[in-house]
């Protein structure tokens, strides 16, 4: 949108009608810690053309698997997205219209988000899924708190340390200032003991949230700590790969409650990281906690088919004390891209592109645990993402060098977890040709030849 700028009168009239004698005053609120206190190092004033030059030099050095062979995950991830899926959500109807808040959205919006939420049902084997939320993280704080209103338990989760560290970190800020207790149980095998977490979980506990497949890639044994959370009344919160579910049980096939997701693979592209798609589903009795919207099929007065939002539960629809999340919104448009990647590929097509993940994965992690410098941390089982041990604990070369070459090798995990400062993330999806791959640990032996003559 234009900037609107204002004067220093205008500044002065808005001051004196909130009542501040100076915006230092209006943000004396702020704490001195968080305020900036230094000048901005700007450089000087720049001409519209040299400016423009400029931002483009910064812009241009921004990388992304267009640039790069690349074998990222941890959350984004580089799926092949059918040419049908920009063709159709780029029309006019679709790309430009209003995000569907109010009662009043068009019958073409409310059939493409209760079409979505009919294949976000088949997909997780769930009996309700909403209208979408931000992205995969912020659903499964919602998801939390969606299962601490049902069970009415506030006061501690546990949750596994499989699950995304970032992910986990959204739930720190959510429910720290509330005085809720996180208990993460270690995963430091790559998955957790069941047993562990049956140790943890009480009658206080609201729910247990598990990452399957997890964030190192590998299914947890979801069917065993949904009973154990049942067994204590909580509830089961699972963060699923969506297209881990053409080669693995659905959650809803393995006791999970409520189901969440991140799912910008289905059909959107990586675009540095946002903005994405939240998915949520639940079992119909939980249906009146769920955040968000949720379109239904009735009839009008000609007793023609037709669409209407049957739930609303944001603030801006009911009373704020009553709306069940304060910050939720849809992502219609990736929603709709989501729909139109499903219904292209249909139950087969996740089931090739499942398989095609698995297979490319394994023979990727079998050439590279083969050269002397690397191992498999950990023996798990996984579906397309597995961890890389350096054994000359010397990760950021490994990847700098790669990178150098041609490849996004991989995430290096020391930023989140010290214990695995040696370690690195690779992820091998549809995409990755057995060139690729091989191009790959060809790059890797090379790193580890230099390193050796360096040494």
């Known amino acids: ?64 698997p267009g640039d790069k062979i690349c074998f990222l995950g941890g959350g984004s991830y580089d799926h092949f997205i059918p040419a049908a899926v920009d063709a159709l959500a780029s029309r006019g109807e679709f790309y430009t219209s209003y995000t569907p808040y109010q009662p009043e959205v068009s019958q073409g919006n409310l059939q493409a988000m209760f079409e979505y939420q009919t294949l976000i049902c088949e997909l997780t084997g769930l009996d309700v899924s909403n209208a979408s939320l931000y992205d995969g993280g912020s659903a499964i704080a919602e998801a939390v708190i969606m299962s601490m209103n049902t069970v009415r338990r506030h006061d501690k989760i546990v949750v596994l340390g499989s699950v995304h560290p970032e992910y986990r970190q959204i739930l720190d800020t959510y429910f720290g200032p509330l005085g809720t207790q996180i208990v993460v149980v270690p995963t430091p095998n790559g998955t957790v003991d069941p047993a562990e977490v049956a140790a ?91 955040p968000g919207r949720i379109c239904g099929e009735t009839v009008d007065r000609r007793g023609k088919r037709c669409w209407v939002l049957t739930l609303q539960t944001r603030e801006q629809h009911i009373r704020r004390e009553k709306a069940t999340s304060n910050i939720c919104t849809n992502q219609g448009l990736f929603a709709l891209r989501a729909s ?75 930023t989140w977890f010290p214990e695995l400062a040696d370690c690195f993330l690779v992820t091998v999806t549809e995409k990755r040709t057995r060139v690729e791959i091989d191009g790959l640990v060809k790059t890797l032996a090379l790193t580890t030849n230099r390193t050796t003559i360096h040494a």
Request: with cysteine; charged share 20%.
């Open 200 to 290: 943890v979980v009480d009658d206080q506990t609201a729910c247990v949230v598990v990452q399957s497949p997890n964030f190192f890639g590998s299914p947890e044994q979801v069917q065993a700590l949904a009973d154990i959370a049942h067994a204590k009344d909580a509830l089961l919160v699972q963060s699923f790969d969506p297209l881990s579910l053409g080669v693995i049980k659905r959650p809803g096939d393995l006791g999970a409650d409520i189901a969440v997701a991140e799912g910008h693979s289905l059909g959107s592209p990586m675009q540095y990281g946002g903005p994405y798609l939240g998915i949520m589903a639940c079992r119909e009795q939980f249906v009146r906690r769920m």
């Open 340 to 414: 139109i990647y499903l219904a292209l590929m249909g139950p087969h097509g996740l089931q090739d592109v499942g398989e095609l993940c698995a297979r490319k994965s394994h023979y990727a992690a079998t050439q590279i645990a083969s050269q002397e410098r690397f191992e498999l941390a950990f023996s798990t089982p996984f579906f397309k993402e597995f961890v890389v041990r350096d054994l000359q604990n010397d990760v950021a070369t490994v990847l700098a060098d790669a990178s150098e070459a041609g490849f996004f090798a991989g995430v290096a995990l020391g």
């Open 1 to 64: 949108m234009a900037y609107l700028f204002n004067t220093p009168q205008e500044q002065q009239e808005m001051l004196a009608s909130i009542g501040a004698a100076s915006i230092e005053e209006l943000f004396e609120q702020i704490p001195a810690s968080l305020r900036l206190g230094r000048p901005l190092d700007l450089p000087p004033a720049m001409g519209e053309l040299e400016l423009t030059q400029h931002l483009a030099t910064l812009a241009a050095k921004n990388q992304g």
